[in-house]
Nanobody
Framework: QVQLLESGGGLVQAGASLRLSCSAS????????VTWYRRAPGKEREFVAV???????YYTNSVKGRFTISRDDAQETVYLEMTSLNPEDTAMYYC?????WGPGTLVTVSS
C-alpha cells in the first residue's frame, strides 16, 4: 500500500521560511514526478511546484524565486523549501505522486 505523508507545516510570521517534507512508503519516488499543491481557505486547489522524474522543476508564478522543490529518492523524501512567506501562502499543502495523495500539512502565515 502506497502512502504519502507531508510534514513541516506550522504558524509563522510573514517573511519567515519553512521546509515541507513529503515522505513515501510502499513505493519510492524514483521514476515518478512529484508535485506540491495547495488549497487556500475558500479557494480551489492549485499547483505549486513539480519535480519531474528527470529532476526538472517547475513552479507557479507566485512562488518562483521563493520556493524550491527538491527530491531525495534515496531517502524517499521530497522537500518544498519556502522562503519569504506571505499571508497569501496560507493553505493546506499536499504532495502528489501518481494517483496518491498525502493528507496535507497546514501552513499559516500571519501578517
Amino acid at each position: 500500500q502506497v502512502q504519502l505523508l507531508e510534514s513541516g507545516g506550522g504558524l509563522v510570521q510573514a517573511g519567515a521560511s519553512l521546509r515541507l517534507s513529503c515522505s513515501a512508503s510502499g513505493r519510492t519516488f524514483s521514476g515518478y514526478p512529484v508535485t506540491w499543491y495547495r488549497r487556500a481557505p475558500g479557494k480551489e486547489r492549485e499547483f505549486v511546484a513539480v519535480s519531474t522524474k528527470s529532476g526538472q522543476t517547475y513552479y507557479t508564478n507566485s512562488v518562483k524565486g521563493r520556493f524550491t522543490i527538491s527530491r531525495d529518492d534515496a531517502q524517499e523524501t521530497v522537500y518544498l523549501e519556502m522562503t519569504s512567506l506571505n499571508p497569501e501562502d496560507t493553505a493546506m499543502y499536499y504532495c502528489n505522486m501518481d494517483q496518491y495523495w498525502g493528507p496535507g500539512t497546514l501552513v499559516t502565515v500571519s501578517s
